[in-house]
């Protein structure tokens, strides 16, 4: 595997990269600037600490075991996903920041990093037909989510139509999250043990539990290409003896899930891959630890879990460097959940390949529209007779089919239309922006271009 090096031209080797330590030792302690440390969690009072029972057994490994994969050299991809078709080729790389490109290959398709993922949490994005999302939006990916499927359509619906993919007529790669952001958001109604986490629907208060295995059997009966391992997400704040346990949890929780998937096969003749997450709240050493012990696991990309959860900008910056310094080079990272269009260029200098969110499409629905001069309020009386195209920069249909003046009318009528529009443009843009990181990252003029859009995209027109 090569990348471009865009300072010469040429072009260099990525060798596999090997962690730089072992987990089950003590990490290598990193010289904090007195910036990075005021960035550390704050020490939340018992009063604010997450109340939900976490039971530890003190006989289970803390760190995930080396021994489980033999040697202590990380062992390539090759070894647990069939590389035939799910390979992840790095391209280039930016020389004033740590931006990259690369292709992501799927039985469904390429994916051409760095990417945005729409969300089809029910396996549907709301407000846009699949048409609209392959030929306008022109998605590489889409995501859907495990834990509400499990719960509407249900495994077997899906398992008796063939599949997410056959259900909602989509032939390109889908992304499932494991659900364990949502049992985090379930906090007051589900309790965590070792065995994994009880919960009641939030449809009609029936109780699951999701167990490492049952969630990676309903990632199988989905059928998506790419599939998530069952987390504990932490609130923010978390007190650091909160954070690390629920860290461990997540690493115990990780062997099992790669224990699942090695005994059970997909169900639909394409191949599936499991990602592993990175957790640890917004504590560096945490962080860095999390990062060593998941990328011990052989697996074709990595997630940085738990941010984007009220924490600042900031210390989401400060945990991704300290997590994209470690994790594999030749393996694409996904930061769950973030964000706004600024979060995504920031992210995407220090290594991040792929993202999703329900931004673009949720605000969309309140009017709010992301453009490349900036956040627009379409609900605002400057546009009422507006007559220009809703945004003559836009890539999308709808931005030269609509005036201002009517998408303006649609929201305050309340019409079902102003929802389509405003998310058809929304996750156009969103598409363009990571299209045109890539085109200036190939070109090597990111960081330049970055610096200048991060204050053009956060302002008001």
């Known amino acids: 595997m090569s990348a471009k090096n865009m300072s010469t031209g040429t072009a260099v080797s990525v060798a596999m990269r090997t962690p730089k330590t072992n987990v089950n030792r003590p990490i290598a302690t990193k010289t904090l600037s007195r910036k990075a440390k005021d960035q550390r969690a704050p020490k939340a009072s018992p009063a604010e600490a997450p109340t939900s029972t976490v039971t530890v057994l003190k006989s289970v490994p803390t760190m995930l075991p080396s021994y489980l994969w033999g040697t202590w050299t990380r062992a390539s991809p090759a070894q647990v996903v069939n590389m035939e078709t799910l390979k992840f080729t790095l391209q280039t790389t930016d020389p004033g920041s740590k931006a990259r490109t690369g292709v992501l290959a799927t039985d469904h398709g390429d994916i051409r990093t760095p990417i945005f993922m729409p969300v089809g949490t029910l396996g549907s994005v709301r407000a846009v037909p699949q048409p609209d999302l392959k030929n306008d939006i022109n998605a590489d990916i889409i995501l859907g989510n495990t834990y509400h499927l499990h719960l509407r359509p249900g495994t077997d619906v899906l398992e008796k139509v063939g599949g997410l993919h056959a259900f909602m007529g989509w032939d390109r790669p889908i992304l499932t999250d494991s659900g364990g952001y949502q049992v985090y958001s379930l906090a007051e109604n589900r309790k965590l043990t070792e065995e994994g986490a009880t919960f009641r629907s939030h449809i009609d208060g029936s109780k699951h539990l999701f167990t490492p295995e049952r969630v990676m059997d309903i990632q ?53 891959a499991l990602f592993p997450i990175v957790q640890g709240s917004t504590y560096p050493e945490l962080r860095r630890a999390s990062a060593h012990a998941v990328s011990e696991v ?126 058809v443009h929304n996750l156009s843009f969103y598409l363009d922006l990571v299209r045109e990181a890539r085109t200036q990252i190939e070109a090597g003029t990111f960081r330049a271009w970055k610096d200048r859009m991060v204050i053009q995209l956060a302002q008001r027109v």
């Open 220 to 272: 199988r009966s989905i059928g998506a290409d790419i599939v998530m391992a069952f987390d504990e997400c932490p609130p923010y704040p978390s007190t650091y003896e909160y954070a690390k346990n629920s860290m461990e949890l997540t690493h115990r929780w990780l062997h099992r899930c790669v224990q699942r998937m090695k005994e059970t096969e997909p169900l639909y003749g394409h191949e599936q």
């Open 298 to 423: 052989p697996s074709l990309g990595y997630a940085i879990g738990g941010l984007s959860v009220g924490e600042p900008h900031e210390d989401m910056y400060a945990m991704c460097e300290e997590v994209c310094d470690i994790l594999p080079e030749d393996a694409p990272r996904y930061m769950m959940g973030v964000g706004t269009p600024v979060n995504i260029l920031e992210n995407i200098a220090l290594g991040v390949d792929m993202f999703d969110c329900v931004m673009p499409t949720r605000n969309a629905r309140t009017g709010t529209l992301y453009t490349w001069n900036g956040i627009m309020n379409m609900k605002n009386e400057k546009w009422k007779t507006d007559t220009s195209p809703l945004d003559p920069q836009g890539s999308s249909p709808v931005d030269r089919m609509y005036s201002k003046a009517y998408v303006r009318h649609l929201f305050h009528a309340n019409e079902l239309l102003a929802l389509h529009i405003g998310s």
